[in-house]
Each structure stands twice: as structure tokens, then as C-alpha cells.
């Protein structure tokens, strides 16, 4: 079991390093920029309390309650003019988000007030605004949580469906740090193992029953590594939202497809085949799941225009990276060609999408202009395809049963977030735990030999420890530090 109060009171002896080199008090809008009905500034650091009784207006010998929130004027502390009158908190360290010292001012959202209040605790000494990140960087090094929940807190703040906001959640509330930490620690136990073993051994050579207790142990950890990174990129693809293409020949109702579903005039729409030239892109919500869903040109092999051309090459392009493809097709025609499955086959082809192409991608096919068909014929046609999605963009039949069908194959594309088995969402976190399953195998390869030196074997297992420390953040530089914190805002 995991005593993570343990590992946090270790991280804090490295705060108190840490703090004792910044002493700056830092301040920021914390609310959303622009109007608003209530805007909150924070400030953390050693001044912090300061500041509380100065802009708050209490005297310098007034006691203060901790996480009570104050009505009181706030004031200028040069010219003590009054800026305005808001809610005044004072959460003092370690309890608080930064760990430090730290205040808030709830105050109206009005651009002039925010000004003020800025300008106000701009002219104290000692105080700084803050960097992009640095209250949550400042969190970090206090051992509030690590660099899997700070990921977690970003994803969160950036999350714009209901699907992001709960996987975001997940990291946010430790079940990707506390599977890591398992981890971690079944191979520091391995390198225990392996170091008492060489410590003891008069020949210092690794004994039989310990390379079988390790290895027993690497097997069962392999085998959860593995299963955690092969899972089809559904956390990252869920993240990052859904790269979705919609193709089919041209005039076939592409265009029509994309505006119905987005519901708004995105893609021009005419008679007139080739109209769509370049890739039209929108960001869409579909049950919760983000999807950029992009309309593109009319695919077939016999265009002479060299605008069309370019066209085509830029969808066979994107489809080639994206995650989803909505293959739309004209219902006269897979009618008159009697195998749906056959007339599939012979489309792609037909638009130069061959199957290496597509073996590999989530796809869902629709058929459009179902209303050029016969009730008796649609019956037929629908009865040979089963989890196609039948639809008449002119007379808007069959779009809602349409977003439905992509819905579903979207849940099956990225999952359903969990907190018993939390997705694997950063690009990061997959390359260094590939490095851990490499460093778990030089170690393999290490004790197979006859002769078995033992300091280079407990290396290896050394160097896979490392790899989860960096995920985590037990193991950090700065460089690591600034791509994590660079996209988050000010105030934060």
C-alpha cells in the first residue's frame, strides 16, 4: 500500500529549499479574463499575509482566520483609496494549493477593478506577477501533486466536452500517479532483491531463487506495461479530440453531411461536382467526445484540374493521419450494384483508397440520398446493411440516427475514462514507459548470459525506475518542467 502523506512530506523538505531560494510573492488573475460577474486575484508567497492585512485593511496586530472569507473594503496601500469591496480569504502554508503562504480577493469582474487591485499590489515591495504555471509549478515542488496530476489539472482546464472533463478528472485525482507508483516500487523491491542477493553472496554472483523472484516480478509488471500502452492511443486521441475525415466521390453530399451534423453552413454546397477544393475543418461535440471533422474533396482517379488535383492529394493525406473516416456513398448506386460489401470494396478502389490505407482505421459508412429511393428498396437495402447509417441530407432524414451510429463507434474508439483503469493520455508517459519496457529487457538480456555482472544488471533496472520517476516527476529537470508548464495560463 501506497503511503502517499509519506511521499508528500518528503517533497516538502525540497519546498523548503526551494522556497528558501524564491522568495518572491507572486500575484494573478486566478477567474477567466475579460467581464465578469466576480473576478479572483491570488497571491502566494512569504508576503502573503501581508498583503492580506494591508489591501484588506487590518491592523497589523489583528488575528486572521484561516479559510474564512472576509467582507472588507479594499484598499490602495499607497494612496489608500478605496477599490472596492469584495470577499478576502487567507489560506496559510502548507494548507493551501501552493503550499506557501497564500490569499485571495474576490472582488467584481469589472476591467477597471482588476486594474486597480493590480496596479494596488504592484506597487508593494517584494511582489511579482506571476509566470504562466507558476502557482501550479509552485504546487508541485510543495509535493501537492505531481507531474501526472499537474497534466491532469491542465487537460482539465482545457477540456471543452463532458468525455475530456472526466478523463482529465481522473488524472487530476492520482489513479495514473498512483499506478505509476506500484510500479515504481515493484522494481525498486526488484533492485533490493538483487543488491541484498550481491551484498550476501560470497562469490557476488546473483543466486537462482532471487533471478527467479525478479523475474517473476518483471513478468507480471511487463505484462501490465504492455497492456497499459496498448490501447490504441484512445487517451490521447480523447485529449487531443477525434481527427475525423469525411470521403466519398464527388457531389456524393460530403459537404451537406459536414453541415448537418455541425449544424451550421460550414462547406459550400452546389450541383456542381468538385465545388469542395481544399480541406474544410470544424471542432464538433458528439455525445460528449471531441471530434474535428473535416469535409474534403471529391475523391476520383481520373481529374485533369490541377487545383482538384492538389485537392485530392490533401484528402488522401488526411486520411492517411486521422482516427475516424466517414465513408459516404449514393444510394442509387449501391442499389444498382445489389452487395453493398462489394460496391464498398470497388468505391474505395475507385477513389485510389486501397486497403493498407484503411486497414487500420476506425470506419463508419453512410449512404446518402436515400430519398431518391423506394420505400420498398430502402427496406431491401437497409436489411443487407446492417450499422450503416442511412440518410437524406436534403430532406434531413436520418441525421440524428447518424450521429447516433458515430457515437458509438467514437466510445469504441476512445473508451469510457476510469478510474480503475485510467487512460494512458500524453505522448510523454508512452515514450518513457516504452524506455521502461527496454530497460526491463536489457535486464533480461543481461542475466541470461552465463557469466552475470550484477552492477550492470541492477543499472538497467536502475534506468527503468528513472523512466517512471520522470513520468511522475520524482525524477525531473527543468526542461521537463518547461514543456509541461508552458501551455498553462497566467494565473494558474
Known amino acids: 500500500m501506497i503511503n502517499r502523506s509519506k511521499i508528500r512530506d518528503k517533497c516538502a523538505k525540497f519546498v523548503r529549499l526551494y522556497s528558501s531560494k524564491n522568495l518572491s510573492t507572486i500575484f494573478s488573475l486566478s477567474s477567466g479574463q475579460g467581464k465578469c460577474g466576480v473576478a479572483v486575484?491570488?497571491?502566494?508567497?512569504?508576503?502573503?499575509?501581508?498583503?492580506?492585512?494591508?489591501?484588506?485593511?487590518?491592523?497589523?496586530?489583528?488575528?486572521?482566520?484561516?479559510?474564512?472569507?472576509?467582507?472588507?473594503?479594499?484598499?490602495?496601500?499607497?494612496?489608500?483609496?478605496?477599490?472596492?469591496?469584495?470577499?478576502?480569504?487567507?489560506?496559510?502554508?502548507?494548507?493551501?494549493?501552493?503550499?506557501?503562504?497564500s490569499c485571495e480577493f474576490q472582488v467584481h469582474g469589472g476591467l477597471a477593478v482588476i486594474a486597480a487591485l493590480h496596479d494596488a499590489l504592484n506597487s508593494m515591495k517584494g511582489l511579482t506577477p506571476a509566470k504562466p504555471g507558476e502557482?501550479?509549478?509552485?504546487?508541485?515542488?510543495?509535493?501537492?501533486?505531481?507531474?501526472?496530476?499537474?497534466?491532469?489539472?491542465?487537460?482539465?482546464?482545457?477540456?471543452?466536452?463532458?468525455?475530456?472533463?472526466?478523463?482529465?478528472l481522473i488524472q487530476t485525482d492520482g489513479s495514473l500517479?498512483?499506478?505509476?507508483?506500484?510500479?515504481?516500487?515493484?522494481?525498486?523491491?526488484?533492485?533490493?532483491?538483487?543488491?541484498?542477493?550481491?551484498?550476501?553472496?560470497?562469490?557476488?554472483?546473483?543466486?537462482?531463487?532471487?533471478?527467479?523472484?525478479?523475474?517473476?516480478?518483471?513478468?507480471?509488471?511487463?505484462?501490465e506495461v504492455q497492456a497499459h500502452l496498448s490501447d490504441g492511443r484512445r487517451g490521447e486521441i480523447l485529449r487531443q479530440g477525434v481527427r475525423t475525415v469525411i470521403v466519398g466521390a464527388p457531389n456524393v453530399g460530403k459537404s451537406s453531411f459536414m453541415n448537418k451534423v455541425c449544424r451550421k453552413p460550414i462547406s459550400i454546397v452546389t450541383d456542381i461536382a468538385g465545388t469542395t477544393r481544399d480541406v474544410v475543418e470544424s471542432s464538433f461535440n458528439v455525445s460528449g467526445y471531441p471530434i474535428v471533422l473535416a469535409d474534403t474533396a471529391g475523391l476520383r482517379k481520373n481529374a485533369t484540374d490541377v487545383?482538384?488535383?492538389?485537392?485530392?492529394?490533401?484528402?488522401?493525406?488526411?486520411?492517411?493521419?486521422?482516427?475516424?473516416?466517414?465513408?459516404?456513398?449514393?444510394?442509387?448506386?449501391?442499389?444498382?450494384?445489389?452487395?453493398?460489401?462489394?460496391?464498398?470494396?470497388n468505391y474505395l478502389k475507385s477513389m485510389g483508397l486501397n486497403e493498407s490505407s484503411m486497414r487500420d482505421k476506425s470506419a463508419m459508412l453512410v449512404i446518402n440520398k436515400i430519398d431518391l429511393l423506394s420505400e420498398q428498396d430502402l427496406v431491401t437495402l437497409k436489411e443487407n446493411g446492417p450499422g450503416i447509417a442511412f440518410i437524406s441530407c436534403k430532406n434531413d432524414m436520418g441525421i440524428t440516427s447518424a450521429v447516433s451510429n458515430m457515437s458509438h463507434h467514437l466510445k469504441e474508439l476512445c473508451g469510457e475514462p476510469s478510474a480503475n483503469s485510467p487512460n494512458l493520455s500524453q505522448q510523454r508517459h508512452r515514450h518513457l514507459l516504452e524506455e521502461c519496457v527496454n530497460c526491463m529487457n536489457e535486464f533480461r538480456s543481461s542475466i541470461s548470459h552465463e557469466y552475470i555482472d550484477s552492477a550492470i544488471s541492477a543499472q538497467y533496472l536502475r534506468s527503468a525506475i528513472q523512466c517512471i520517476g520522470q513520468i511522475s516527476g520524482h525524477v525531473s529537470t527543468e526542461q521537463i518542467l518547461d514543456v509541461i508548464f508552458r501551455d498553462f495560463c497566467i494565473g494558474k
Open 41 to 101: 486575484i491570488r497571491v502566494s508567497g512569504p508576503e502573503s499575509k501581508n498583503v492580506f492585512k494591508r489591501i484588506s485593511n487590518f491592523a497589523d496586530n489583528a488575528p486572521i482566520q484561516p479559510r474564512f472569507a472576509y467582507l472588507r473594503k479594499l484598499k490602495h496601500p499607497r494612496t489608500n483609496e478605496c477599490i472596492d469591496r469584495g470577499l478576502c480569504l487567507w489560506f496559510p502554508g502548507p494548507r493551501s494549493f501552493t503550499g506557501e503562504d
Open 307 to 345: 487545383v482538384e488535383i492538389e485537392g485530392i492529394s490533401r484528402t488522401r493525406n488526411r486520411v492517411e493521419c486521422s482516427d475516424f473516416v466517414v465513408v459516404i456513398m449514393n444510394a442509387v448506386e449501391v442499389h444498382g450494384a445489389g452487395s453493398i460489401d462489394e460496391y464498398k470494396e
Open 135 to 168: 502557482f501550479t509549478k509552485r504546487a508541485f515542488y510543495a509535493g501537492k501533486m505531481d507531474l501526472t496530476e499537474v497534466e491532469g489539472l491542465a487537460d482539465l482546464i482545457h477540456a471543452e466536452t463532458e468525455v475530456q472533463r472526466k478523463q482529465a
Open 177 to 223: 500517479s498512483k499506478l505509476y507508483e506500484q510500479w515504481r516500487h515493484k522494481l525498486i523491491r526488484c533492485v533490493a532483491y538483487l543488491e541484498a542477493d550481491t551484498d550476501f553472496a560470497e562469490d557476488q554472483n546473483i543466486g537462482s531463487d532471487t533471478l527467479t523472484i525478479i523475474e517473476k516480478e518483471l513478468t507480471s509488471l511487463q505484462t
